[in-house]
């Protein structure tokens, strides 16, 4: 599956049946847009330049002086020189190595530059898309486009780009020097040119599309071994290891058969090429021989002829082959420059509001309507208002799909409302900075989400500047602090891909802590204690309750017994407020609550 940017935030596949014709054909265009990464670095990129000329323009003295040797450096009157011709050469040669090693450094150099900072600059970018972007985009995929794309770009900047330009100026100035040398002889080789072009042109079409359907399968195998591997013990514990194993195997053999249809294309479109160039030069040779036959040229400037008939052919030939890669190179290119160009639907607006000083973590839905991007047709919040006080500790209880989450997803502005309004200490969400809005709003999610780092690492996710000591503090009120000690290397140690070295009690302890660290006037709670034992429960609801005494809180859940504490209930049912009131005064009321609560506490 290949993405495109189809102006919503999603992605289509630019090369499905009924693309437009453009996106089909050879477009070097996603390699210009490189240019600027270039440019930042132009003393290198000159510097490059510079050796490949010297490197190229050395080359091309090399038949000068191959024939002086054959005119002048035979004869009897003139073995003396031959000593001095020979020394000339040497000298070439080693201007010829020195630049030629100074191309190649310098090029490659500037190709791992480049690549680098284009992978930060998609990561970058990658990381503020909305989520509604995330709906349908695959993790696999953006690794893909991160990691191979990249590779195939840095292998045309940092070598096909110099190689191409290299024999570009041996081509030219090999033509030029063959008019110099035989005019007549020149016309046969530069002739034959046009044919020579014209199978490069048609067959690039070719390589560049089966290249970017190589890529994109590639990247589709990619995604799955990427979900796989991420919920391995889920595929052990149903046993799914061989049917796993057969799809993976027909994902990377459809890659292996689009990749196999690029480079038939391009092992074709070379053979062409070589023999059409190598062709033109027999042909040369046969007629120069003529020529030197009836004397109308000396051995010596057939010789040189010859040379650069042969520089220009090599160069053309070199061309064909490089002109695969740089085609290869664009489709990865136009991959990455794909995501770069799509824009985030939630951003901040040009002169965002200001949020109040000090905050007071307020928040109120005025007649919300809300749908996912991806189910448009299945609303899930539907005209729903409620207003949260300053300090005020809510509860939102509901069965699944009532829309208890996506109220989370508005007031954290992932997503704007289709109509109403979402506002946060009397600031309408999209007005602000939702960089500035997050940065005053605590999450402690369901599924907490545990990174590849140490323990430390982790809970100062919540805050980057906090000190160790402030760490520490965080995860003794959120009682982690007696598990981590107990670790081996303490508040050091490595907890494995998405935390699996823990329980999901301890990661949730974690989020927690998280939380507290994160000191926001507004904590959002879903679900926080629903992966923890009954006595580490115990523990971490008299933190949490410490925490939510100077703050704002809105709870979820579905264990009641969490939510008797708090100020006010809201019930939700089909996005719709069904009542409210406390949980003594809802209990007797004989509604939605009343049966939950049946069902929890057994309640008559």
């Given at each position: 599956?290949?993405?495109?940017?189809?102006g919503?935030?999603?992605?289509?596949?630019?090369?499905?049946?009924?693309?437009?014709?453009?996106?089909?054909?050879?477009?070097?265009?996603?390699?210009?847009?490189?240019?600027?990464?270039?440019?930042?670095?132009r003393?290198?990129?000159l510097?490059a330049l510079?050796?490949?000329?010297?490197a190229a323009l050395?080359?091309?003295?090399?038949?000068i002086a191959?024939?002086?040797?054959?005119?002048?450096?035979?004869t009897?009157?003139?073995?003396e020189?031959i000593?001095s011709?020979?020394?000339?050469?040497i000298?070439?040669?080693?201007?010829?190595?020195?630049?030629?090693?100074?191309?190649?450094?310098?090029?490659t150099?500037l190709?791992?530059?480049?690549?680098?900072?284009?992978?930060?600059?998609?990561?970058?970018?990658?990381t503020?898309?909305?989520?509604?972007?995330?709906?349908?985009a695959?993790?696999?995929?953006?690794?893909?486009?991160?990691?191979?794309?990249?590779t195939?770009?840095?292998?045309?900047?940092?070598?096909s780009?110099s190689?191409?330009?290299?024999?570009?100026v041996?081509?030219?100035g090999?033509?030029?020097?063959?008019?110099?040398?035989?005019?007549?002889?020149?016309?046969f080789?530069l002739?034959?040119?046009p044919?020579i072009?014209?199978?490069?042109?048609?067959?690039?079409?070719?390589?560049?599309?089966?290249?970017?359907?190589?890529?994109?399968?590639?990247?589709?195998?990619?995604?799955?071994?990427?979900?796989?591997?991420?919920?391995?013990?889920?595929m052990?514990?149903?046993?799914?290891?061989?049917?796993?194993?057969?799809?993976?195997?027909?994902?990377?053999?459809?890659?292996?058969?689009?990749?196999?249809?690029?480079t038939?294309s391009?092992?074709?479109?070379?053979?062409?090429?070589?023999?059409l160039?190598?062709?033109s030069?027999v042909?040369?040779?046969?007629?120069?021989?003529?020529?030197?036959?009836?004397q109308?040229?000396?051995?010596?400037?057939?010789?040189?002829?010859?040379l650069?008939?042969?520089?220009?052919?090599?160069?053309?030939?070199?061309?064909?082959?490089v002109?695969?890669e740089?085609?290869?190179?664009?489709?990865?290119?136009?991959?990455?420059?794909e995501?770069?160009?799509?824009?985030?639907e939630?951003k901040?607006?040009?002169q965002?509001?200001?949020?109040?000083?000090p905050?007071?973590?307020?928040?109120?839905f005025?007649d919300?309507?809300f749908?996912?991007?991806?189910?448009p047709?299945?609303?899930v919040l539907?005209?729903?208002?409620?207003?949260?006080?300053?300090?005020?500790?809510?509860?939102l209880?509901?069965?699944?799909?009532?829309?208890?989450?996506?109220?989370?997803?508005?007031?954290?502005?992932?997503?704007?409302?289709?109509?109403?309004s979402?506002?946060?200490?009397?600031?309408?969400?999209?007005?602000?900075?939702?960089?500035?809005?997050?940065?005053?709003?605590?999450?402690?999610?369901?599924?907490?989400v545990v990174?590849?780092?140490?323990?430390?690492?982790?809970?100062?996710?919540?805050?980057?500047?906090?000190?160790?000591?402030?760490i520490?503090?965080?995860?003794?009120?959120?009682?982690?602090?007696?598990?981590?000690?107990?670790?081996?290397q303490?508040?050091?140690t490595?907890?494995g891909?998405?935390?699996?070295?823990?329980?999901?009690?301890?990661?949730?302890?974690?989020?927690?802590?998280?939380?507290i660290?994160?000191e926001?006037p507004?904590?959002?709670?879903?679900?926080a204690?629903s992966?923890?034992?009954?006595?580490?429960?115990?523990?971490?609801?008299?933190?949490?309750?410490?925490?939510?005494?100077t703050?704002?809180?809105?709870?979820?859940?579905?264990?009641?017994?969490?939510?008797?504490?708090?100020d006010?209930i809201?019930?939700?049912?089909?996005g719709?407020?069904v009542?409210?009131?406390?949980h003594?005064?809802?209990?007797?009321a004989g509604?939605?609550?009343?049966?939950?609560a049946?069902?929890?506490?057994?309640?008559?």
């Amino acid at each position: 599956m290949s993405f495109a940017s189809d102006g919503r935030g999603g992605l289509d596949a630019p090369n499905a049946p009924g693309a437009p014709a453009a996106s089909r054909g050879v477009k070097l265009k996603p390699l210009v847009r490189l240019i600027p990464y270039i440019t930042r670095y132009r003393g290198r990129a000159l510097a490059a330049l510079l050796a490949l000329t010297v490197a190229a323009l050395t080359t091309l003295l090399v038949p000068i002086a191959v024939r002086r040797m054959i005119d002048f450096g035979f004869t009897a009157q003139a073995a003396e020189l031959i000593d001095s011709y020979f020394a000339v050469m040497i000298a070439v040669v080693a201007v010829l190595s020195l630049s030629s090693a100074m191309r190649y450094y310098l090029v490659t150099t500037l190709g791992e530059r480049i690549v680098a900072d284009l992978r930060g600059d998609v990561f970058a970018h990658l990381t503020r898309l909305s989520s509604s972007f995330f709906d349908t985009a695959k993790t696999g995929e953006m690794v893909s486009r991160l990691t191979a794309d990249t590779t195939q770009i840095k292998a045309a900047v940092g070598a096909s780009v110099s190689i191409a330009l290299r024999n570009l100026v041996l081509f030219l100035g090999g033509a030029a020097m063959m008019v110099v040398t035989s005019p007549r002889l020149s016309l046969f080789v530069l002739g034959a040119i046009p044919v020579i072009v014209l199978p490069l042109v048609g067959f690039g079409r070719s390589v560049r599309r089966q290249s970017r359907l190589a890529q994109d399968t590639l990247a589709d195998a990619s995604g799955y071994a990427s979900e796989l591997i991420g919920a391995v013990r889920t595929m052990q514990a149903f046993t799914f290891e061989k049917l796993a194993s057969l799809r993976f195997r027909t994902a990377v053999a459809q890659a292996y058969e689009a990749a196999r249809g690029a480079t038939r294309s391009r092992a074709v479109l070379t053979a062409i090429a070589i023999f059409l160039v190598f062709a033109s030069v027999v042909l040369v040779l046969w007629v120069g021989a003529q020529d030197v036959l009836a004397q109308r040229i000396t051995a010596g400037r057939l010789s040189q002829f010859v040379l650069y008939a042969v520089f220009a052919a090599g160069g053309l030939g070199e061309l064909s082959q490089v002109w695969g890669e740089i085609s290869q190179a664009s489709g990865a290119a136009e991959r990455l420059f794909e995501i770069l160009g799509i824009e985030p639907e939630i951003k901040a607006p040009p002169q965002p509001v200001k949020l109040s000083s000090p905050a007071r973590g307020e928040v109120a839905f005025t007649d919300v309507r809300f749908a996912y991007p991806t189910r448009p047709d299945a609303p899930v919040l539907d005209s729903l208002s409620f207003h949260v006080k300053p300090g005020e500790k809510l509860a939102l209880v509901g069965p699944s799909g009532a829309g208890k989450s996506t109220i989370f997803h508005l007031i954290l502005r992932f997503y704007d409302p289709k109509s109403g309004s979402v506002s946060f200490d009397g600031v309408n969400l999209p007005d602000a900075d939702p960089a500035e809005l997050r940065s005053r709003i605590a999450l402690v999610p369901q599924d907490a989400v545990v990174f590849a780092a140490t323990v430390r690492e982790n809970i100062r996710f919540g805050r980057p500047d906090a000190s160790d000591a402030e760490i520490e503090r965080a995860a003794e009120a959120a009682h982690a602090a007696e598990f981590i000690v107990r670790m081996p290397q303490g508040y050091e140690t490595q907890v494995g891909e998405r935390g699996i070295m823990l329980s999901g009690g301890q990661r949730q302890r974690i989020a927690i802590a998280r939380a507290i660290l994160r000191e926001a006037p507004l904590l959002l709670l879903d679900e926080a204690t629903s992966a923890l034992d009954a006595e580490s429960e115990t523990l971490v609801q008299q933190a949490l309750t410490k925490l939510m005494q100077t703050r704002t809180t809105i709870v979820i859940a579905h264990r009641l017994a969490t939510v008797q504490s708090c100020d006010r209930i809201l019930v939700l049912d089909n996005g719709r407020i069904v009542e409210e009131g406390t949980h003594a005064a809802l209990a007797g009321a004989g509604g939605l609550y009343a049966r939950l609560a049946k069902l929890q506490f057994e309640v008559n």
